[in-house]
């Protein structure tokens, strides 16, 4: 199976812009604060360390209680440091695309613990390195594309064929769109996975967490979410031929 990409129509993009609004006014402001200092430290240090790892992972919902969390905390923070100078450069080279960039970036991270499989938290410290080349991915950000008609497979060098599809998308943007760096639209993804077709927030059921843009599911990549109550419910739009009415 190859990665799907096209267009979308005018109300998917109201929905997104609806969305990015609706993310602004709630907690999201607050719950980027993690996120916004990291990046602070790293645009001044060039590098990002296992202390902002962590603050990261938190950011992300992720579990720490796992045998890669333990190798990373036994690795030295100067060779975290090494790596993650790595890929802030590649993903700041301006002579490279945002998806060539994705790609250097993500690979010059494979060699540490806890990196070497899944985007979750790899395309977080990616981001915080180039917070308006980037963008977070994660499982929900995945099948929010999926029901808008591109598909990404799930073969390697999926971070950069992600922020391909999304450059993709923003290279169409109607405004206020049109000036959205990859970071707004992931942001938009997941919280206009609570709206219907007709703009009304969808309530979500009794204990289910909230989806906070860039914040993956406890167990990081591994929950996917029922589209079939999101935004973009229709089953036609599942087709690479759908058309929105």
């Not at 969390?69 to 700041?92: I, P, Y």
């Not at 494979?110 to 977080?124: E, H, I, K, W």
């Amino acid at each position: 199976m190859t990665d799907r990409t096209g267009d979308i129509c005018s109300d998917d993009w109201q929905r997104l812009i609806t969305a990015r609004e609706m993310y602004a006014r709630s907690s999201g402001i607050h719950y980027d604060e993690i996120l916004h200092q990291v990046a602070q430290r790293a645009q001044s240090e060039g590098s990002i360390g296992k202390a902002d790892i962590g603050a990261l992972l938190l950011f992300k919902r992720l579990r720490a209680d796992t045998p890669w969390a333990r190798a990373l905390m036994t690795t030295a923070d100067t060779a975290v440091r090494q790596a993650t100078a790595a890929a802030t450069a590649a993903v700041r080279n301006p002579a490279l695309s945002r998806s060539e960039a994705a790609r250097a970036g993500r690979a010059a991270l494979a060699g540490l613990p806890g990196f070497t499989r899944g985007d979750a938290l790899a395309s977080t410290v990616l981001t915080a390195a180039a917070p308006h080349r980037m963008a977070v991915y994660d499982r929900r950000a995945h099948t929010a594309l999926s029901s808008l008609g591109i598909s990404l497979t799930h073969a390697s060098g999926r971070y950069s064929r992600y922020i391909a599809a999304l450059d993709n998308l923003l290279s169409q943007a109607p405004s206020p769109a049109h000036a959205w760096t990859p970071r707004d639209l992931d942001i938009a993804l997941l919280p206009a996975t609570q709206l219907s077709r007709h703009g009304q927030r969808v309530e979500p059921q009794a204990g289910a967490a909230p989806p906070l843009a860039g914040g993956g599911a406890p167990r990081g990549d591994s929950a996917v979410p029922d589209v079939r109550a999101g935004p973009f419910a229709d089953p036609a739009r599942l087709s690479a031929q759908a058309v929105c009415q």
